[in-house]
């Protein structure tokens, strides 16, 4: 078990109250249960429900901004999740990109941040992947006029409707933010 001040400069709180606030909220909740007069001495209450732990691969970076050629790497790059917190079945064809931009901060999507995309059809409203005329983005699917376009969270960026093609490639359904 870390110590206060360890907790503290993981998460970058200002003060070692902060981490103590934090796990006596945990022990609130029934997650831990500290032992009195003893550092370092918690344990978990019980067991955490998981689902089934899958590795998704990391396919690269995708432009949350103006629509650009997505930037493939290497398939030896996993993020590991389990599929009950994502709610996907563990046979899911799942992906994950990287997002580089500003255009999906009012949905709070912002760069750097992992999303989790998997393969099927999307719905309107739900936030794609999408292949739009050559170019690949992270943008919301719309319809306007029984016509889909994809729409920016942020009020700087343009609607892109699709002069030729529009194909999305995956349909959002999971963010992963390391702070």
């Given at each position: 078990?870390?110590?206060?001040?360890?907790?503290q400069?993981?998460?970058?709180?200002?003060?070692?109250?902060?981490?103590?606030?934090?796990?006596?909220?945990?022990?609130?909740?029934?997650?831990?249960?500290?032992?009195?007069?003893?550092?370092?001495?918690?344990?978990?209450?019980?067991?955490?429900?998981?689902?089934?732990?899958?590795?998704?691969?990391?396919?690269?970076?995708?432009?949350?901004?103006?629509?650009?050629?997505?930037?493939?790497?290497?398939?030896?790059?996993?993020?590991?999740?389990?599929?009950?917190?994502?709610?996907?079945?563990?046979?899911?064809?799942?992906?994950?990109?990287?997002?580089?931009?500003?255009?999906?901060?009012?949905?709070?999507?912002?760069?750097?941040?992992?999303?989790?995309?998997?393969?099927?059809?999307?719905?309107?409203?739900?936030?794609?992947?999408?292949?739009?005329?050559?170019?690949?983005?992270l943008?919301?699917?719309?319809?306007?006029n029984?016509?889909?376009?994809?729409?920016?969270?942020?009020?700087?960026?343009?609607?892109?409707?699709?002069?030729?093609?529009?194909?999305?490639?995956?349909?959002?359904?999971g963010?992963?933010?390391?702070?």
């Open positions: 078990m870390p110590t206060t001040r360890e907790i400069e993981h998460f970058g709180f200002s003060s070692q109250t902060a981490a103590i606030s934090h796990l006596r909220a945990l022990e609130r909740k029934g997650v831990i249960q500290r032992q009195v007069g003893k550092a370092r001495a918690v344990s978990f209450t019980e067991e955490l429900d998981r689902g089934p732990i899958i590795d998704i691969p990391l396919l690269g970076s995708i432009a949350a901004g103006m629509a650009e050629d997505l930037e493939q790497s290497p398939h030896d790059r996993c993020i590991s999740v389990d599929t009950e917190s994502l709610g996907i079945s563990a046979s899911a064809k799942a992906f994950a990109l990287k997002v580089r931009g500003d255009s999906m901060i009012d949905a709070h999507i912002v760069e750097g941040d992992c999303v989790i995309l998997e393969h099927r059809q999307p719905r309107a409203r739900d936030i794609v992947a999408a292949l739009i005329d050559g170019e690949t983005t943008k919301r699917f719309l319809f306007k029984r016509r889909p376009f994809l729409k920016a969270e942020n009020s700087r960026y343009p609607d892109l409707i699709p002069a030729r093609e529009l194909i999305i490639q995956g349909v959002m359904v963010l992963l933010r390391h702070v």
